[in-house]
């Protein structure tokens, strides 16, 4: 595989009718059918619209424009909202071509039927015309039908790409009081289950307003065949109605829970991991298994009582149709109304299309009630406290030639810095970890030039971390002043080390210089 090159996509300067059935894409089809691959180089570039940074920086604004209008209660769905707009209900009407040959097909065919009948007037000409109305109906609809999804799903990509940016930049601010709230296993519970929820919702939300509009249209149809019996499937369908929404609304709760005893699992197993050294040296072992079994029974017992009511929606669902024929010919027989293989063909097409909409707008609800709770785990992440380094502190570099006085008074002197220009200024007047606290920092106050040393003495839990993690602004609330002037270095009480090699772990991505990585070494005292 070699590396990708700059490769302008061919969509840019594609007209309209390549870009609606995509006649751009045949060459490189071709070159993959050639080379029975495909290289990074034979792929083009991402268009600009799609790139995270644009998408991920359009919801970050409307997120924090919502919690500066709504500072005590902001509503990551209101942002959501307001980054999507209109778009995904104009794509929703590519689907109302295809509901209307759904409408008009079955009454073609009506008609169509008279042809066959003995005593028939109809000319064969007119037939013809029928008949290829009728297949032109199915292209119409098909065509349609496909650009929808195309285009939807292509839009909930795009904020799926925007939610997990949005977390992503949410991580890199956290402090380290936050990021101890959060274990590994729900940050990635996040991106991998709950972010994706919004391009599921965004793919069937449309469905919401189609399905009332498909079930009116077919009403009208049936009080036109049958007057006064139509009420019969206007009943059964508002029942059904009725039992989906109250589904929907169990189903929230139920993912609710389901989420939070997930969550709960996953911070166990992120602990018992960590500390697996200790749970085997006290025999800990079984202990954590009986824990782990008793929030995974009752994780799997809400998700059997989820299925069971999926499993209740679609019964009602694919049972549809054959339980309002049943109701509906056995009030017309009972009333002695007369029904014929017209009214057979067009309650049969009708009832179908009215069961595809009960089944997706179930879809739409469903997966609106998995969006939901995931939308606050979300908003509840993306609200945690983060690093105040940039607003509190004030570093300057001193490689910065700006911030550099050097020494004129010898020539053969080697330059040095002036103490004045490095140094730590530290005034805390109240420091805490969490809002009305028992313990803080209080009245705190030092200066450090280069050369000083410091020792910071007390017993444990006197806040001797928590004063070093004020300097370097990590600190949840603060009151004073804490400059940083200079180039300085923060060396944590717990060291991070990667599943590497020493050389890996100590440069870190960078580029490999031999002299300072020996350096690096001597004084790590690593030297063999």
Known sequence: MTS????????????????????WIPQLLDKSHKQKTLNLDDLYDLLPQYKSVVLTEKLKNNWIDDINSHPNKPSLVRATVRTTGWKPFLIGCLLLPERITSIIQPLLIIFLMDFFEPCSTMSIKFAWFLAILCVLTTLFSSFFH???YYSIQVYGMQMRVAYHGLIYQKILSLSSHSLNKFSSGEITNLFSNDADQIDRAINN???????PIDIIAMIICFWYFIKYVTFVAIGYTLVLVLVISLVG???VRFRTKILEQTD??????????K??????????????????SLVRKHEIIRYGLTVILDSIHLLFSHSYVCITFMIMYGTMWS????????FFTIASCMLMHLANALLSIGYAIRHLANYLPAAKRIQVFLLFEESQRDS???STSNESSSNIHLSTYKTDAPPKLTKNICKVECNVKHAQWEQNAVFSLKNIIFHAHPGDLICIIGPVGSGKSSLLQTLTGEIAFFDGKVRLRGSFCYVPQEPWIFSSTVKKNIIFGKNYDGHLFRQVIRAAALEA
Request: with cysteine; glycine share 2%; net charge positive.
């Open 4 to 23: 990708q090159q700059s490769k302008p996509s061919p969509f840019l300067n594609a007209n309209g009718w390549s870009r609606f059935f995509h006649s």
């Open 146 to 148: 496909h650009r929808f």
């Open 205 to 211: 939300i449309n469905h919401l307003w189609l399905a």
């Open 249 to 251: 609304r169990i189903l």
């Open 264 to 273: 709960q699992r996953v911070k166990i197993m992120s602990e018992i991991i």
């Open 275 to 292: 500390s697996m050294r200790i749970v085997k040296m006290y025999c800990w072992e079984s202990a954590f298994e009986k824990k782990i």
């Open 335 to 342: 009333l002695g109304i007369h029904f014929d293989t017209r």
């Open 392 to 394: 509190r502190l004030e």
